[in-house]
C-alpha cells in the first residue's frame, strides 16, 4: 500500500508524549548488591567472563570440591577485584568451605535464573499468569530445552509444549474477562499463546535436509497446532540463528497454509540487514489470510553469535554491525508493520522505551486505533514495563519461559548479556549515565544505502 | 584479481564456504550434482607427462561408492618405465622452474586457486560421486585445496627473508632457499583434491619439479589439479602426472635414484615401508631422499565431568562419523570423565542415530559410504569381531554401496584393535576415566599423535589440554576440519615426519638452504668504511 511518509517532527514529539507511558522500572536484577555487582562486571572485562562462565558450566558441576575448583580457576586468579578473589581463597582454607561457597553459588544461580524463569513446569507457572492477566497482562509460554540433538529430546520438547497448551488452555476458561487482552481491530485474539523454537522439534533442522527436517517437525507440530487450535491458544514461532532464518520462514508459510484457522505468529530480528525485505514479504504472502497473523518485530538476541560465525567462514555480516543500525531498521520496520495494521497484527518486543514509543507514536499518528498494537516483554526484565503499557490501555504480554536450570542456561546467558552490554537500553537507562533526551533520540542509519 | 600488497602472509584468508543456508546455494550445487550424475561416467583421465597424455597398457576403474556399478572414471596405469620418464622429465624441467623468482612461481599458484575457484561446484560435484562426499565435505575440500595455493603461494615470497643471517664489517653474507629436485607426491583418497594439492603446490611453489601419483580410488579428483596448473600456465613438465599402482608406480617413484623429496600422506604402514625404501634407495642417488610423511591417528577426544553435552556430543559425532570416519583426524576414541559415562554414550547414540546414510548426492546425507569393498569388508568384519560391548549401530542402511554403520562400543581391552588401530571408518570406541589425569593416561596410551580433544569447562583443564599428545589439540571442538592458515596440520610420533602442511616448515622441506660468504677486504682496504 502506498502511504505518505510520517513527518519526523510530528512524529517526535508523539514519541515524547508516549513515551510517558512505559516505565521501565527497575528492570534487570533487582537490589543495591547487584547493582553494585552490575556495575563491577561491566568495568571488568576478565570478571564478566569469569562470571557468566562460571555460572554457564555450573549446572554440570559435581559436588562441593567441583564448584569450588572451578570458582577458583574462573574468578580466584589475579585479574579479579579483592572482594571476589579474597573470599573464595578463604573458602579454599575454612573448614566447610567449598561447602558454603557451593551453596552460595547455588543460591546467586538459583535467584537469577527465578528472576528470569518462570517456573519448572506448566502448572507452576500458572499463579504467575493468572496474575498477570488480573492485572490485564497476557503471557507467551515459552519450553526451555536443551539443545536436540536427537528425536527423544524434540519429542520431549514437543511433549512440554503440548502439557503447556493443554494446561493452560483448559485454566484460561476459568478466567474472567479481559476484554483489552481477547479482541483487537482485527477481531478475537486467543487467551494464552505459547512459543516454539523449530530446532527443538527436530535434530535435522538444517538448509541441508529441509525437506526432511520440515517433514520431521511437521510430526511433532501437527499434534500441537490441533491441540492449540482445540483449546484456543496462539502459536508464536520465535526467531533463532541466521542460517535457519529461511527455514523457518517456510515452515511457517507451510503452517499458515495447512492450519489457516490457528492463531500463529512469526518474528522478524531488525538487526539482521534483510528483515526489511523478509517484513515485506511476509506482508506481502499473507495479508489475505483469514486470520491475520502476528508479527513481533524484535531486534534479534544472537548478535554475537552471529557475528563470530559469518566472521569465521568469511560470510557476508548478516547483521548490522552498529546498534543504531539495529535501532534505524527496527523503526524502519515498524513503520512498515503500522501501516499494514489492517492485514497483519504488529507487535513490538522489546524493552527499549524509544524503540516502542517510536512503534506507538506512528500508530497514533497515523490515527490507528490502540488495540492494533500490541508490545511484548521478557518476564524478568520487562514486568514493569508491560505493566505501566498495561495501565495506559496498551495491549501488552509478558514472554515467560518455563524449564529446568540446566537446558535454561543458554536462555540465561543471553540475558545475562543484555543486562549488562553497554550497548543495550535497559543497562543505559539503568546506569543513569544518559539523559532522557538522549535516551529517547532517533536513532539514524550510519550508511545512506540502509536508509534508502 | 587481488592487489599485490594483500598478497602477504598476515593478509591471507581461507577460501569461505558454502553457506548452505544462503539464497540460491543449494540449488547452484544441487544443479552441479545432477549434471555430474547424469555425465559422468567411464571419465578418461590419462597419465600426463610434459603436457601430453601418454597411453599406458593397464588401465584402472574408480567407482562410485555409493553405487558401484557406475564407474566414473578410468584412468592410465603407469608402469615403471612410464614412471621413469616421468622422472626424467621433471628432472629436466626443475632447473628451468626453479630458476623463476619465487614472487613469479606465487604468480601460479595464485592463477591456479582462480581456476579451482571458477570451477569449484563442478569438481566439488566430482568428488561426491568419486569420494562418496557429503556436499558439505565436498565443499570443504575444495576451499582447503584453493588455500593451500593462496598459503604457499604468499609463503613462498616470505620464506628466504626468514633465514636471517647477519654480516659484520669485511665481510657480505646471503641467504636463501633453493628447490631439490624432483619431488614425488604419493597422495591419499579421503582429501582427494586438497591433500595432494597441499604436497604438490608447496613443492611446485618452492621450485621443484613433481611427479604425481594419486590415490587409485580417485584419479577423476586428482587430475583437476593438473588441469588447474595447466590453466595457470605452469610450464609443462614441471608436473608430471601418473596415476597408477602403488606397489608398481609408487614403489618406482620411491625407488628412483633422481627423486630428491618424497611426500607421501597415508596409512602408517605404507609410510614407515616408504620411510625405509627411500633411505635404501639412497645409496645409488645422488640425494639422502627426504620423507615428509603424514600417517594415520588413533585420535581421542575427552569430555570431561562438566563439559557441555549440547556442544560435546555433536562436535564428537561429527568428528567420529562425519565422511564415515576416514579422516586421520577423525576421532576413534572417546574417553569420559565422571558419572555421566552411560549418559554420553546414550545421547551420542541417539544423536547418531538422527544421521541420514545414503547416496552424498543428495544434499540430505550426513554420512556417506566408505571409499572401497575392500574398507567395506575389512570394517564389518573388525564390528562383527568385536569382543566389546556394542552400544550402538545404526540400522537404517542403503541396500546398494559401501555403506559402514556408524558404530560406537566399550567394554574394550586395551589392546584390542578398536582401541589400537586406526580403523579409518565410522566406528567409535568408548572408555571410561575417573578423573582428567586417568583420562589423559589412557588418550596418550597410543603411538600415534595426530590429533586430540578435550571438552570441558574447567579452567585447570583447559590449561593441561597441551599434555595431550598430539599435533593438533583441540578444546570445546571436534577435532577435524583443521583450516589452512589457522591450524597448520601434522602429527608426532608414528603419525608422521613433520613438517606441518600450511607452514613455512614445509617449504623448508622441501628445499636447500645455501649461505654465501664473501671477504670484502682487499688489501687492507675495506669497502664498508669508504665514505
Ligand atoms: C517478548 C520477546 C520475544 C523475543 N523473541 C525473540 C525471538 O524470537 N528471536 C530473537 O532473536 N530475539 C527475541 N527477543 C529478544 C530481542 O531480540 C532482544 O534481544 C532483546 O529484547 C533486546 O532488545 P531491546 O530492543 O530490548 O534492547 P536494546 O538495548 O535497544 O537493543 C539491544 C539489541 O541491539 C542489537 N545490537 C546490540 N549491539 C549491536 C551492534 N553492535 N550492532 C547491531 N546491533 C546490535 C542486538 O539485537 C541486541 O539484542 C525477544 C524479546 C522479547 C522481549
Redesign the interface.
Known sequence: MMTAPIASSSLEATVRAVSGDLDPGDVGLRGRLDEFVIASVMRNHDLRVGLFRFAEAFPAMEGPDDVMAHLRGYLGHDAMPWWVRLPIALAARIPFGSRIAAWAADRGISTMAKNFIGGRRAADVEPLVRRHWDAEVGVIIDALGEKTVTADQADDYAARILDIVAHLGRAAGSWPASPGLERDQLGVLPRVAVAIKPTGLSAKYQPLSAEIALADVRRRLDPIMQAATEHDVMVWFDMEQYAVKTLTQRLFADISHDWPNAHIGIVVQAYLRDSFDDLQRIIAQERDRRVPIGIRLVKGAYWDYETVVASAHGWPQPVYDAKVDTDANFERCSLLLVDNADVVRPSFASHNVRSLAHALAAASVRGLPKSALEIQALHGMGGDLAASAAKAGIRSRIYVPVGELVPGMSYLVRRLLENTSNESFIRQNRSKQMSRDQLLAAPRFTSKEDAA | MTAASSRSLEAY?????R?????GV?ERFAHEVEVADAALRGLNVPVTIDGRPVATEDGIDSFDPADPTRIVARSGSASAAVIDEAVAVANRTHRLWSAVPPAGRAEVLFAAADALRADRDRIAAIEVFEAGKP??EADGDLCEAIDFLEFYGRAIVELDASLVVQSPLGEANSAGYRARGVTAVISPWNFPLAIPMGMVSAAIAAGNAVVFKPAEQTPAIAYEIVKAFEAAGLPEGVLSFTPGRGEVAGARLVEHPDVATIEFTGSRAVGLAINQRAAASSHSSRYVKRVIAEMGGKNAIVVD??????EA??EV?KAAFGFAGQKCSACSRLIVV??RYDEVIE?LA??A??F?LGHPKD??T?VGPVIDADAHERLLSVIDGTRGTVRYRHQRLPETGWFVPPTIVDGLESEAPLRRDEQFGPLLAVVHANDLDHAFELANATDYALTAGLFS????AIARAGELQAGNIYVNRGTTGAVVGRQPFGGMLQSGTGPKAGTLDTLRALSSAWVVTENTMRQGFAADLVT
Do not use: F, Q
Request: charged share 25%; no cysteine; hydrophobic share 40%.
Open positions: 584468508e581461507p577460501e569461505a564456504m553457506a548452505w543456508h544462503l539464497p543449494v556436499w558439505s565431568s562438566d563439559a557441555d553435552l549440547d556430543v555433536p559425532a565422571g558419572r545421547r541417539a544423536h542415530d538422527t541420514i544434499g540430505a550426513s569447562r574447567s579452567p585447570d
